[in-house]
């Protein structure tokens, strides 16, 4: 098993890759891995990602864990869209 890099992009564009050829587990795990490394510049899109993932995977609460996650980052992107998800999540279950 080789090392994991510590390039938290690296394990977004191995998340990317893994979705897309329909490994949700381990593209899980990889925007895990990146958001685990705590780079500011990338901990919004892993743990938005990281929500996708589990919501595809069909385990609501830890997407929207981790859609929290994503909002607690307060990064302009992936912030708001996590709260868009999040609401449209809260309204589907009322």
Same mark, same amino acid.
């Given at each position: ?5 510590? =390039?938290? %992009? ?11 050829? *329909? ?8 925007? &895990?891995?990146?958001? =685990?490394? &705590? %780079?500011?510049?990338?901990? *919004? ?5 990281? *929500?996708?993932?589990?919501?595809? &995977? *069909? %385990? ?8 929290? &996650? ?25």
């Amino acid at each position: 098993m080789r090392p994991s890099p510590p =390039d938290p %992009d690296t394990h977004l564009r191995l998340a990317e890759r893994e979705y897309r050829a *329909g490994r949700l587990e381990a593209a899980a795990l990889a925007y &895990q891995r990146a958001f =685990d490394l &705590q %780079d500011p510049g990338s901990k *919004g899109a892993a743990a938005f990602g990281l *929500g996708l993932m589990r919501l595809l &995977q *069909g %385990d609501r609460r830890r997407a929207l864990l981790a859609w929290r &996650q994503a909002m607690a980052t307060h990064d302009p992107e992936f912030a708001p869209r996590a709260a868009c998800f999040i609401a449209v999540w809260l309204v589907r279950t009322i």
